[in-house]
């Protein structure tokens, strides 16, 4: 009897040592969500894309210029004698205003007043077109850039004044570079 009392205990802390499982998640993600959403925003974006080519289509005599960071642009006023254009750390000094495709005025420039901006190093809330479109500008100049929504306000937009994943044009009148001490 004492050989079977031995044998079960030695069961009850054979079983009772066993390693935990990992549970199981109650449902499985295929990563369909995220697939979706980016086509949604290659449907967005060409979308968005064909409304800015019939703009420039449309100005013909104006002469539309690309960026690579996903912009158009034309200048309002340029600077052709200087060649000095904001660089990391520097400090401008700004006013911009923001419209809609067909030119509404969504945000006047008084409304933004003057605006200062520490290239790539502030924590500014400005849009990324904004923030890009300035480092493409000399003192001086007036550019208007035409923002696809992801450079513009995005999935946000502006509360009760501009809509979700809506283009905008944006004129800016760059007032001033302050070159930085480490520049």
Do not use: H
């Amino acid at each position: 009897m004492r050989n079977f009392s031995y044998l079960m205990l030695f069961l009850i802390l054979a079983l009772a040592c066993k390693s935990p499982e990992a549970r199981r998640p109650v449902q499985r993600n295929s990563g369909s969500f995220i697939k979706e959403s980016a086509e949604r925003n290659k449907i967005l974006y060409k979308k968005e894309e064909g409304l800015i080519s019939k703009i420039i289509a449309q100005n013909s005599d104006t002469k539309f210029e690309s960026n690579p960071n996903g912009f158009w642009y034309f200048y309002n006023v340029k600077d052709t004698v200087s060649t000095v254009m904001p660089k990391f750390g520097d400090i401008v000094t700004f006013t911009y205003d923001v419209k809609n495709l067909e030119g509404t005025t969504i945000v006047s420039e008084a409304e933004n007043g003057l605006q200062q901006y520490q290239i790539d190093q502030s924590n500014q809330d400005l849009i990324s077109g904004i923030r890009e479109g300035l480092k493409v500008m000399k003192e001086g100049e007036t550019v208007t850039f035409l923002f696809p929504s992801y450079k513009a306000f995005g999935y946000y937009g502006i509360q009760e004044k501009l809509g979700a994943n809506v283009p905008i044009q944006s004129t800016i009148t760059l007032r001033s570079i302050e070159s930085s001490e480490e520049n």
